[in-house]
């Protein structure tokens, strides 16, 4: 079995590299949410400055893209909110398994968040065809639904890695002085 992981173990610069990606795209995100909203506001205040008509949207679209894509990322780093109030009474193996089935769960969820987002954004749905922004009338609503199958993809990518670090971590224990023992 250590074979195996060692193997998966290649893989893990996919994950950093999906990771980073996903992490300078919310950078992104977030400075063109901060300038967008400072020149919606200026504009509200200042006579000289003419605020953009489409700001507000825009800003609601970006900030739904980060909240998703954030998601994601606290996936890969474990740091979602969670309950690990009885974490210190139950076997080490107990909390494997039930963090295991924690991930399975949104794993799941990632895989409807793709199936159901992509039936909302496809070419053919009724959103890609009538739904337009209305401060931006040639701008589909489609680009507001599209960070659902996007963060259900990151979801997929990274709780495979959580399911297979929580694997590896079921059978290959660390002792106090942290050399693996099998289980």
């Known amino acids: 079995m250590p074979a195996f992981f060692r193997t ?8 950093d590299w999906a990771y980073k990606i996903m992490l300078f795209i919310c950078k992104l995100l977030l400075i ?19 605020a953009p008509h489409w700001g507000e949207e825009i800003v609601l679209t970006l900030m739904v893209y ?3 894509l954030s998601a994601t990322l606290a996936i890969r780093k ?3 909110i969670r309950m690990t109030a009885f974490d210190r009474y139950l076997p080490k193996k107990a909390i494997i398994w039930l963090d ?3 991930d399975v769960a949104v794993l799941v969820l990632g895989i409807v968040l793709v199936v159901q987002g992509y039936t909302v954004v496809k ?19 489609i680009w507001m639904y599209m960070p659902v199958p996007v963060a259900g993809v ?7 890695e959580q399911i297979f670090q929580h694997i590896e971590e079921f059978f290959t224990l660390k002792n106090p002085e942290g ?3 099998q289980a």
Do not use: C, W
Request: hydrophobic letters at 50%; charged letters at 20%.
């Open 123 to 141: 070419p053919t749905g009724n959103i890609a065809k009538f739904a337009k922004y209305s401060s931006l009338p040639k701008l589909s609503q």
């Open 32 to 50: 063109a949410d901060i300038i967008i909203t400072s020149v919606t506001v200026a504009g509200r205040y200042f006579p000289f400055f003419t």
């Open 179 to 181: 050399k693996e023992v």
């Open 154 to 160: 990151g979801m997929i990518i990274f709780e495979l």
């Open 66 to 68: 980060m909240a998703v």
């Open 100 to 102: 295991l089935l924690a």
């Open 8 to 15: 998966l173990e290649k893989i893990k610069p996919v994950y």
């Open 78 to 80: 474990r740091s979602h």
